[in-house]
């Protein structure tokens, strides 16, 4: 018999796929502001019910409006209802909405970098994904943001010192992110690393991110790594798939026949992925090859990774 909207039933991950809050942000809320009190299974793992599901769908949407969670985290679920729609249905957004849109977050990070202030794009891009949600800040925001980066950086408009304190932000928020993921279930497990020659890893490290939010082991071995290296972690950890990261366009020379052993050394059940801005050039050099795989953006990795078993 199914229980009432109190019964607590859904885990961390269904959560945070009905809501778009990171686990992360579930934790802060719960632990700073008691904005629910979910229940636990045997073995301790928190369970939400649909009333928790709701009051959380909500609150994301009034801190997306611009209202500070410490003000309305306490709200009834009925306040929180009509308080939303007041939103909704005013002429002008409540102050401090465009702030939560992607496009403005990525202004306003880029702003930052170019100023070399470190500290205001850290907590530039820990408010965005608390904000916009996991995969919308995953793709809306540090995609954009990394390769308008990078673009700058190409034009001369920006040095390595700029693209350095970028990066070591975004690596820091990645890591904070993903460290308070639900336990990865099942066996799962993929590798990410660029190859020889391609030394720009945020992408992998992108890709590693959007990885683990969707409950995978993920085995992250950074950049310009042999083929014969990548093979043996991928032994080692019982890979289930192997995703390269490919930003170079054209390619580095020799690319596409490290392409060509990597996938004769991967056992033929393991399918290698290629993606990033370089990808389509390293796999038109690389030719027809059973169990290589373009995927197009974290979307396109996260449709992969959904549809293995």
Known sequence: MTGGPEEPRHPVRVVHQRTGLTPATLRAWERRYGVVRP?????????????????????????????????????????????LEQDRRAEAPPAGASLGAAEGRV???????????????????????????APSFLDDMVAPFLTELGEQWARGEIGPGHEHLASAAVEAVLAWLTDSAPA???????????????????????AAAAATLEGWKVAYLGADLPP????????????TAVAVSAVLSPP?????????????????????LVGGRGAAALL??????????????????RAVLRARP
Not at 110 to 129: E, I, T, V, W
Request: net charge positive; with cysteine.
């Open 252 to 272: 580095p020379e020799g690319a596409a026949a490290q392409v060509g052993a990597l996938r004769l050394a991967l056992p033929a059940a393991i399918p290698l």
């Open 184 to 206: 990865a279930v099942g066996n799962r497990t993929i590798v990410l690393v660029t190859l020889p020659g391609e030394r720009h890893q945020l992408g992998a490290r992108l």
């Open 284 to 301: 038109a050099q690389v030719g027809s090859l059973a169990g290589v795989q373009r995927v197009e953006g974290l979307a396109g990795l």
């Open 228 to 239: 014969a290296e990548i093979t043996r972690a991928a032994r080692g950890v019982a890979a």
């Open 39 to 83: 229940g636990r299974t045997e073995g301790r793992q928190r369970l939400y019910s649909d009333e928790d599901v709701e009051r959380l769908t909500l609150l994301r949407a009034l801190t997306e409006s611009g209202r500070p969670i410490r003000l309305v985290a306490g709200l009834p679920l009925h306040e929180a209802r009509t308080l």
């Open 107 to 133: 202004a306003e990070a880029l702003a930052h970098a170019r100023a070399l202030d470190g500290d205001a794009l850290h907590a530039c891009l820990r408010q965005a994904a608390f904000t916009l949600g």
